[in-house]
Nanobody, 122 residues
Framework: QVQLVESGGGSVQDGGSLRLSCAAS????????MGWFRQASGKERELMATINWTGSRTYYADSVKGRFTISRDNDKVTVYLQMNSLTPEAPAVYYC???????????????WGQGTQVTVSS
């Protein structure tokens, strides 16, 4: 089993940036595809970005293409989400997850972190 711990959330103003990190508990981290997901209160969880186990292939939701960048450091057993040009919206919790294949759907992802909250104000 893989335990995941997210960090880096917080409050930022319209147009600002945040970098989220997700640290894994196991060295087998490099065997897993990783994804970042977002869930606002009362809404379904949605996939933001994924990356395969080597880091050679990424996937982005249309809503974040060109603004968000997912990356990973297998030596540090950590995956990152660089978020730029953030826009005001309802506060959301960002989750990272580990799975057996990159890209959608969410059902590919078996292990989930507890999440980190992001708020973007105008």
């Amino acid at each position: 089993q893989v335990q995941l711990v997210e960090s880096g959330g917080g409050s930022v103003q319209d147009g600002g940036s945040l970098r989220l990190s997700c640290a894994a508990s196991r060295r087998t981290f490099s065997n897993y595809a990783m994804g970042w997901f977002r869930q606002a209160s009362g809404k379904e969880r949605e996939l933001m970005a994924t990356i395969n186990w080597t880091g050679s292939r990424t996937y982005y939701a249309d809503s974040v293409k060109g603004r968000f960048t997912i990356s990973r450091d297998n030596d540090k057993v950590t995956v990152y989400l660089q978020m730029n040009s953030l826009t005001p919206e309802a506060p959301a919790v960002y989750y990272c997850a580990a799975g057996t294949g990159s890209g959608p759907p969410q059902s590919k992802y078996d292990y989930w972190g507890q999440g980190t909250q992001v708020t973007v104000s105008s």
